[in-house]
């Protein structure tokens, strides 16, 4: 009487729902599928009979999709956020790994403005009043889960340490129609500049 009862629990711990996923959003898509002669639309809402508001070509690589909507991604044109088919998009495994950062991630905030991207091996962080400043990138931190977005960095100068927090959730930088799929709250603090919070939004695309 026990071996089916046996078989039950293990089938049970195999079921999808305990799967791990494989990406999670955001993260980078290749176009695939798409014919050398065409190209692959991005519609205004996620339906096949929305207008067309740009188009991306049969090669592209390194598209950053921001959310998912029964079957179609979610991506950004120019200023605006507009919807590809899905079918037509192939994840990349070589985006969010361990203790790494991508390095076309680009973070930036509003009233106060600012800029935060990678720079020569560091961190480059950057205000309309003080211009670009260069930092060492001393530790990147990731919260352990399959290909998470999440991440914790620390850099620093000899003005002093900016620590961040980067995660996934829907973002606006209130000046554009751009979808952000990942937020970040910046700190800045030591003896030879301000201290101070700072929050924006983040992005890999190109």
Known sequence: MLRPILLTLALACAT????????VLPTLFDVTGVAANDMLNIRERPD?????IGTLPPGARGIEVVAERKGWAQVNTRERSGWVNARFLMYRTDVWEPGKLPASLRCSGT?????LS?????????????GDR???LRKVMDDGRFRSPVRGLIAGDARGRL???IRPEQCSDGMSD???GMSATLILDGSGQVSRMLMG?????Q
């Not at 729902?17 to 494989?22: G, H, I, K, S």
């Not at 096949?48 to 067309?52: R, T």
């Not at 990678?118 to 309309?128: E, V």
């Open 118 to 130: 990678q720079a020569a091996g560091g961190m480059a962080f950057s205000t309309p009043e003080g």
């Open 201 to 205: 939004c983040c992005t890999i695309g």
């Open 134 to 136: 260069a930092m060492e």
């Open 16 to 23: 999808p729902a305990l799967a791990t996923p494989e990406y």
């Open 163 to 165: 620590t961040a927090v």
């Open 48 to 52: 096949a009979s929305s207008p067309v």
């Open 178 to 180: 751009r979808a952000y």
């Open 111 to 115: 009233e106060p403005f600012w800029g």
